[in-house]
């Protein structure tokens, strides 16, 4: 009996740690940019995102030395910091590019003209000469210092405002926004309905529309964009919300009606025979059972097309214009790739702000959005 | 007017006029054209209930119309004509014509065999495995979490994995940072070569084994497939798919065995031909593998404990629990599965276009739709190419509409 228990544990024991690597090799990537969005340029340039918690050495960008000069001791002093702000630890300094770490903290560099410098390891640095300094090329210090881990959300406000971007990811914020609430809401209505005459009611070729509505689920979209679009140019709505509101509503409703008929099938009969009885009309039946009853698969159903809709690219692309008012945050994240695709700072703060709705929406819905899956490809 | 009030009046005036028509044409129906009053009361009720469902979907049917069933039919006619004019095959043999469709296919192809197949089985082990420990819920919720996340978000969060650095600088890509620890020793040979070696050699041996039961009964029964020659028919292509998928994992196994690697030089992933393609895979694979392992989750857990008691009591250890009880029944719901992702697979457009934007032998054929249509303003061609998309998606929509109709009779 041991050895049956001992390997059961065993086997217990892979399990735990398969699923460890699993979870950290889906987990690690988004984090990987979540933890690059808190960091300034310099520091994602100069390490890898996984050493972002560690004090690290590097070497920093030449710093001028500059100051008023005070005479003291028949001596010209000039005083000053290297790291006015941070707490940083200086461990080697060098005053050319060739020899960056040449000196250590403390020691005095005699320099030409009869020039000193000195720097300690707080990056206080000391340059005494015995001319007047005016209009002289002061030295520059090459400084290689440890830095404890700092985080900023510079970058965030950065790309809300759009400062030196050009496009505005707080602009795109709200244009996505427009764009995803009213094509989540308006296909649910109409979908209900049709829904519900599919479910309940008896009518010749009913079977035929049931599958037609699957048959159009799987439809690929691609196949509706010139035709619609060409449509909407002669209808004389052109490129705009109006249109994008209006293909979106087509597009979700396949799904829209298979997951509320599906649902609605499954509602109790006697529930609906008792109000036919009753005399209420179909319409208060509707309004009154179905649609309450409903609420777990219309909550599904918006979850879905919500997601669906924030995180579309094409036929935000398609319908869309691509002027500040426009542009979605999708189609501004493809823009900054192209444009300043080596800017991790900006490229992972606005990749954030672009998916941070979703993922509350998924955390705080997960439930409605799991049983919407589950009705619609399980059978 | 700002858009943000445009979109508020919007939903107000979508919301309002729904519910306004759908109020106004019962209350038409029942007070006005057949009230059930008077002579004919019984017949008016009937005839108001024949009328009804037609009420109730006539906003949904015109939408659908107007919004996927007319478009296809005009697609058909773009591909076909030229500025109005009807040209018959001239943009299909001009698309035919052009390489880049044809690397198109080709990738496209390589994704619907990896994406689906490595989807379904990380869904499948993840589902499996979170089963049975405390914490599975989490683990199955932080899996999942991509699905959330959209294709050009996940785009730019893989490509900070593969980022590149020149040698000498400081690698800020996780996947160059890793690639720089190996050194050519033994680590690197049982990583490098044996795993994946050992992974390939386990899927084609999966591969083979579902050519020999698909294609068994062909040898065995000829007789058999002169009674249903369209499932025979099936079954030969079927056999013939899984054998090209073998040989091509077979010299898959030779590439890897003994392609020279170069150790200790950081590498720009997405521009290395061919492998570049699988690259971008991970991506949808990353977030696809939530969708299939919370379906598939569900499955198992339907699975009666009847069944896996009983192999128990006979002695079956877990492998054979999970390949022999659990997964033959819940076969029909990996096919739901697959056929699901399959779709998602036609339609990727945003990965690549994000990616690498179809440079260096990675595109698709949405993409390449896509940027005929939208770039090169060549309708025609790119009509082709979106007809050739609904071609592929066209077996899964029949299977479907079939499946349906069977449950419902």
């Known amino acids: 009996m041991d050895r049956v228990a001992g390997r059961k544990s065993a086997l217990v024991w892979t399990v735990h740690l398969s699923v460890l690597f699993l979870v950290a090799l889906w987990v690690v990537p988004t984090l990987g940019l979540f933890i690059s969005s808190f960091r300034t340029a310099d520091q994602i340039s100069s390490s890898g995102w996984w050493s972002a918690l560690a004090t690290q050495e590097r070497q920093l960008p030449a710093i001028r030395v500059e100051g008023e000069p005070e005479l003291r001791d028949g001596l010209y002093v000039i005083e000053g910091t290297l790291f006015p702000r941070e707490r940083s630890t200086l461990s080697a300094w060098g005053t050319s590019s060739l020899k960056p770490q040449a000196y250590q903290p403390g020691d005095v560099a005699e320099l030409k003209d009869g020039m000193t410098l000195s720097v300690d390891d707080k990056g206080r640095y000391v340059l005494t000469s015995p001319d007047p300094l005016e209009g002289k090329r002061l030295p520059r210090i090459f400084a290689t210092a440890t830095q404890p881990p700092e985080f900023t959300l510079d970058n965030y406000r950065q790309v809300l405002v759009g400062a030196n971007t050009g ?20 296909p649910i209505l109409i979908a209900a309905f049709a829904a519900y005459a599919l479910a309940w009611m008896d009518f010749p070729g009913r079977a035929l529309l049931v ?31 109006l249109g994008i509101w209006l293909a979106h509503t087509g597009f979700g409703l396949p799904l829209a009606i298979y997951l509320l008929r599906n649902y609605m099938a499954g509602l109790p009969r006697d529930i609906i025979e008792n109000a036919r009885v009753d005399g209420a009309t179909e319409f208060q039946i509707f309004t009154r059972i179905i649609l309450p009853l409903s609420f777990p698969a219309i909550a599904s159903f918006a979850i879905f097309q919500f997601l669906w809709t924030w995180n579309d690219l094409l036929v935000a692309l398609v319908f869309l214009g691509t002027g500040n008012d426009q ?28 998916i941070a709705v979703p993922l509350f929406v998924f955390f705080a819905m997960q439930k409605y959005l799991v049983r919407g899956l589950l009705a619609g490809s399980v059978k | 007017m700002h858009p943000t009030i445009q979109a508020l009046m919007t939903i107000v005036i979508g919301v309002g006029g729904c519910v306004g028509y759908f109020y106004a044409s019962n209350l038409l129906l029942d007070r006005v054209i057949f009230p059930p009053r008077g002579a004919n009361a019984g017949r008016n009720i009937n005839r108001a209930n024949m009328i009804r469902p037609w009420l109730f979907l006539f906003p949904a049917i015109f939408a659908l119309g107007l919004y996927l069933a007319y478009p296809v039919v005009a697609t058909s006619w773009l591909s076909l004509s030229r500025e109005g004019t009807f040209v018959g095959l001239e943009n299909y043999s001009r698309m035919l014509a052009e390489p880049k469709f044809w690397e198109s296919m080709r990738n496209n192809m390589l994704w619907l065999i990896v994406v689906p197949a490595l989807s379904t089985a990380f869904g499948l082990i993840v589902a499996q495995l979170t089963d049975r420990i405390w914490w599975g819920n989490i683990a199955k919720s932080l899996i999942f979490m991509p699905m959330a996340i959209s294709f050009v978000g996940a785009s730019v969060i893989w490509k900070l994995v593969y980022d590149a650095r020149p040698e000498g600088q400081p690698q800020i890509g996780l996947l160059n940072a890793l690639w720089l620890q190996f050194q050519g020793g033994w680590g690197s040979l049982l990583v490098l070569k044996a795993l994946p070696i050992a992974a390939i050699l386990a899927f084609a041996a999966g591969v083979a084994w579902g050519v020999w039961r698909v294609g068994r009964p062909v040898a065995t029964d000829p007789a058999g497939l002169a009674r249903r020659p369209l499932a025979g028919l099936l079954r030969v292509l079927a056999v013939l798919a899984g054998l090209s998928v073998l040989y091509l994992s077979l010299r898959g196994v030779l590439g890897v065995a003994t392609a020279e690697l170069p150790y200790g030089k950081p590498q720009t992933w997405l521009t290395i031909l061919f492998y570049n393609n699988f690259f971008l895979m991970a991506v949808l694979v990353w977030i696809q593998a939530g969708f299939a392992m919370v379906i598939l989750s569900a499955a198992l857990r339907a699975i009666p404990e009847e069944t896996i008691e009983a192999a128990i009591l006979d002695g079956a250890n877990p492998f054979q629990i999970f390949f ?22 036609l339609k990727v457009f945003d990965i690549v276009l994000a990616m690498t934007n179809g440079q260096w032998e990675t595109q698709v054929l949405a993409n390449y739709m896509y940027d005929k249509m939208f770039r090169a303003f060549d309708i025609g061609v790119g009509s082709a190419a979106a007809m050739v998309i609904m071609a592929l998606v066209t077996p899964i929509l029949v299977w479907n509409v079939y499946n349906v109709r069977k449950e419902m009779r």
């Open chain 1, 167 to 186: 496009i505005s990811i707080g602009q795109a914020f709200l244009n996505t926004a427009t764009v995803a609430i009213p094509a989540t809401v308006i």
């Open chain 1, 327 to 354: 542009l979605v945050l999708t189609g501004a994240l493809v823009n900054l790739l192209g444009s300043r695709g080596g800017d991790w700072e900006i490229l992972a703060a606005s990749a954030f702000v672009s």
């Open chain 2, 324 to 345: 022999r009880i659990k997964v033959p029944q819940i076969m029909g719901t990996i096919v739901v599965v697959w056929t699901t992702i399959t779709i998602v697979v």
């Open chain 1, 211 to 241: 599958a037609a509505v699957v048959g159009l689920l799987v439809v690929p979209l691609q196949l509706a964009l010139i035709p619609l679009l060409q449509l909407h140019n002669w209808v004389g709505i052109g490129k705009g919300y």
